[in-house]
């Protein structure tokens, strides 16, 4: 007489209070129960002795771009991909041919996705018009978050980014005020559009080919500036502000700086934890983000900040592109595509991160899942507590995770060289969507399992109308 639908059995289970010697039932996609050992039935029982079981990343920055560009991978092929990694929520960011920037295609994305993904998704919106009213019906449309970039699109990219890209800081103004009235937070990609054009012009006769002059052309005070213009707008503004990506010492200090000034988090990448430009000068045009990878001083400055919660998110900004497309920029690194798969590297390289001691297994955890269910208000997930989500993995503190093309499932797999011959103490052993298990070494799961996650909303209250 089975009580649960699965029970995952001698398990280290990290809870809100800590490391817990217990078992964990799982029943309807929900934790059901926390169990003395041995304690319950279940139809299915797994030993997970020597394992941990955590809550499942959160991966709140992720770029299927889906339904556009099946040859940089699909919905199916890189859910599948973060199911293996240790992902059981993913935030489709707006970039798509169109810009998903109004509410109909934050609906029409949410049912693609709803057809094929392994894992939770939530669907960014962009701005779009900057009207209170459109930005008011993809709130309403479910979308989870806004995301801005403060640069000009990428050239020939226009549709791409329309409504997304608001160099203009007035328009900047307007969509954090906009969408601060919706109650979303919303994501910047910072870097100063004034500054980059100086920098494009600083680069000129130097060796576009060679990746230092992608470091050159976009410089940490790029990123700083377009940070310190954000919080300052938002001293006024009062959105709930997020900062994408931070690569750099420079714009550590600045967020310190700012800190209480308004309400604003952020985040940062693996990239820019685990490698240095050096990594990138190795990986030559398959190394090219933006911002930029930089040095092993501004990654300190990164570990320091999420030390001191500076830094409260870790994501993975996965951007797969095709072999053939990333290889086409090879002779023009400042304009080649930008981006680098993190599907199967997040998780992997955060467990490497514990087992070097650089912090806590639970604060990893924080990272990773804790702080994106809060910050972007998700509160049935990213703990294990009875009620929440059975949004779960198992990982091996011991095990050895080693990246190359023929392991993972990416459709990055051909581009992934910032990572090729890694090998990260820790390893994603099991993956629990919705109570289902998705992922047990080999993809279990089915598509259109995941579950469009939709943010709970509370409207800003009548103290804190922004000021006029
Ligand atoms: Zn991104």
Redesign the pocket.
């Known amino acids: 007489m089975a009580t649960y639908e699965t029970i995952i059995r001698n398990a280290d289970v990290l809870t809100p209070e800590g490391s817990r010697e217990i078992d964990v039932a799982l029943l309807d996609g929900k934790i059901a129960a926390l169990l003395p050992r041995g304690a319950g039935a279940a139809g299915e029982t797994i030993d997970a002795t020597g394992q941990h079981l955590l809550p499942g990343a959160i991966d709140i920055?992720f770029?299927v771009r889906a339904p556009a560009y099946p040859e940089r991978g699909t919905v199916e092929s890189e859910t599948r991909a973060a199911a293996a990694g240790g992902i059981t929520t993913l935030f489709e960011?707006p970039i798509s041919k169109p810009c998903c920037n109004t509410a109909e295609r934050v609906a029409m994305r949410q049912r693609h996705f709803s057809e094929h993904a392994f894992i939770n998704f939530a669907i960014f919106g962009a701005p779009g018009d900057l009207q209170p009213a459109s930005i008011a019906a993809m709130a309403d449309a479910g979308a989870i978050a806004f995301k801005m970039f403060t640069t000009p699109p990428p050239e020939g990219r226009d549709d791409e980014f329309l409504g997304l890209s608001l160099p203009d800081e007035a328009d900047q103004m307007r969509a954090l005020k906009a969408v601060a009235a919706s109650g979303l937070p919303l994501v910047v990609?910072a870097e100063s559009a004034q500054l980059l054009a100086l920098g494009e012009q600083e680069i000129r006769g130097l060796d576009l080919a060679d990746t230092e002059t992608h470091l050159l052309a976009r410089p940490a005070i790029c990123e700083a500036v377009a940070v310190a213009k954000l919080l300052t707008l938002n001293i006024e503004a009062q959105a709930k502000l997020h900062i994408?990506?931070v690569t750099s010492a420079l714009t550590v200090d600045i967020l310190r700086r700012f800190k209480g000034s308004s309400d604003f988090t952020a985040e940062t990448c693996p990239h820019y934890l685990f490698r240095t430009h050096h990594d990138v000068k190795r990986a030559g045009v398959f190394g090219k983000i933006n911002p930029p990878v930089r040095s092993l001083a501004d990654q300190d400055a990164l570990w320091s900040a999420i030390a001191d919660g500076t830094i409260t998110h870790v994501t993975t900004?996965h951007?797969a592109f095709s072999h053939a497309e990333k290889l086409a920029g090879a002779h023009n690194i400042v304009d080649a595509p930008p981006g680098s798969p993190g599907s199967e590297i997040l998780v992997p390289a955060m467990l490497d991160a514990v087992a070097h001691g650089r912090l806590s297994l639970a604060h990893a955890s924080a990272l990773l899942s804790t702080n994106a269910a809060s910050r972007f208000s998700l509160p049935g997930t990213g703990r294990i507590a009875v009620g929440a989500a059975a949004d779960l993995i198992l990982v091996d503190l011991g095990a050895v995770t080693e990246i190359s093309a023929d392991n993972l499932l990416s459709f990055a797999r051909d581009v992934a060289h910032l990572y090729y011959g890694a090998r990260f103490t820790g390893r994603v052993t099991q993956t629990w969507v919705r109570g289902r298990q998705v992922y047990d070494g080999n993809i279990t799961g089915q598509p259109g399992w995941g579950r469009y996650a939709v943010p709970t909303r509370t409207l800003p209250s009548p103290g804190r109308t922004p000021r006029a």
Request: negative net charge.
């Open positions: 920055h770029h960011m990609h994408a990506h900004d951007a």
